[in-house]
């Protein structure tokens, strides 16, 4: 766990890991083609695998990006599953799939505000949800700008 307090709109790692638990828990049970994945490719054992192997911020940068994966596909599903979702996510414990959207569109809004990335975490972050498939309402300004943000970052020099 890391040892800052969370931002108001930034979930702690135990909040991102009981939500990928409980979504996928509900994608196995409406989904039965989800239960003969290969140990690799079960999200829940690699959460636990993941947990073993590496540090603390590579693991939240994984389960970030696997929180906004799942997300991305949650947002296409008909309102009845999401209904349906969200009854599970509260019955686990689950931070809300509304709260899980909520914080990463404050987090992307943040950045994109501010104009620069202020931190590694922060670009593997708006890295990875450009990459997934969770940036579709972004317009093309905000796509462009935050590509050229995420350029500069990596070509800043390192002190």
């Given at each position: 766990?890391?040892?800052?307090?969370?931002?108001?709109?930034?979930?702690?790692?135990?909040?991102?890991?009981?939500?990928?638990?409980?979504?996928?828990?509900?994608?196995?049970?409406?989904?039965?083609?989800?239960?003969?994945?290969?140990?690799?490719?079960?999200?829940?054992?690699?959460?636990?695998?993941?947990?073993?192997?590496?540090?603390?911020?590579?693991?939240?940068?994984?389960?970030?990006?696997?929180?906004?994966?799942?997300?991305?596909?949650?947002?296409?599903?008909?309102?009845?599953?999401?209904?349906?979702?969200?009854?599970?996510?509260?019955?686990?414990?689950?931070?809300?799939?509304?709260?899980?959207?909520?914080?990463?569109?404050?987090?992307?809004?943040?950045?994109?505000?501010?104009?620069?990335?202020?931190?590694?975490?922060?670009?593997?972050?708006?890295?990875?949800?450009?990459?997934?498939?969770?940036?579709?309402?972004?317009?093309?300004?905000?796509?462009?700008?935050a590509h050229s943000m995420l350029e500069e970052f990596k070509n800043r020099p390192l002190d």
């Amino acid at each position: 766990m890391s040892s800052h307090s969370p931002a108001p709109n930034e979930l702690t790692l135990d909040q991102l890991r009981s939500f990928i638990v409980a979504a996928w828990t509900y994608m196995r049970r409406e989904n039965p083609a989800f239960t003969d994945l290969p140990a690799e490719a079960d999200p829940i054992l690699s959460l636990a695998r993941l947990e073993k192997q590496v540090s603390t911020s590579r693991l939240k940068q994984a389960v970030i990006q696997a929180a906004i994966d799942l997300i991305a596909l949650f947002k296409r599903m008909p309102a009845e599953h999401i209904a349906r979702l969200e009854k599970h996510l509260s019955a686990e414990g689950a931070p809300s799939l509304a709260r899980m959207l909520d914080n990463t569109q404050s987090r992307i809004d943040d950045i994109l505000q501010r104009g620069k990335i202020g931190s590694v975490s922060e670009f593997y972050f708006l890295r990875d949800y450009l990459d997934g498939e969770g940036n579709a309402g972004f317009s093309s300004d905000a796509k462009k700008a935050a590509h050229s943000m995420l350029e500069e970052f990596k070509n800043r020099p390192l002190d």
